[in-house]
């Protein structure tokens, strides 16, 4: 049985507005998600950076966020390691896009496929 079995007049067209607003959604949120986590690969690369990181660690420590300061600076070298991020946001992005597809009928998501 298809989602559009059964619709009463003018409820498939709320539908396809629905589904296409929920993809344009998703694919803002696909951009986004490639926008910082290319951010994140430049940022990784500077050492400032990284020993102001290390530097917050004690007030961090102190103010009770050890746990949030571990998570940044383990996803900090994590992504560092990487050296070079684009093919683990490039398979994020391809894989939420190929669900998007499925969920969503696949045309919207095509169309923002980044280029």
Same mark, same amino acid.
């Given at each position: ?33 490639? #926008? *910082? ?9 500077? /050492? ?10 004690? /007030?961090? #420590? ?6 949030? #300061? ?37 045309? *919207?998501?095509?169309?923002?496929? /980044?280029?």
């Amino acid at each position: 049985m298809t989602m559009r079995a059964g619709l009463l007049d003018g409820e498939e067209t709320l539908l396809d507005t629905y589904l296409t607003t929920a993809m344009t959604g998703w694919a803002g949120l696909r951009m986004l998600m490639l #926008q *910082v986590g290319g951010a994140l690969e430049r940022y990784t690369r500077n /050492p400032l950076l990284r020993h102001s990181l290390r530097l917050m660690r004690a /007030p961090a #420590q102190a103010a009770g966020l050890g746990a949030l #300061q571990s998570f940044l600076e383990n996803g900090f070298d994590t992504f560092r390691e990487m050296r070079g991020a684009r093919e683990f946001l490039d398979t994020i992005a391809n894989r939420e896009r190929e669900l998007a597809a499925r969920l969503f009928g696949g045309g *919207v998501a095509d169309a923002t496929a /980044p280029g």
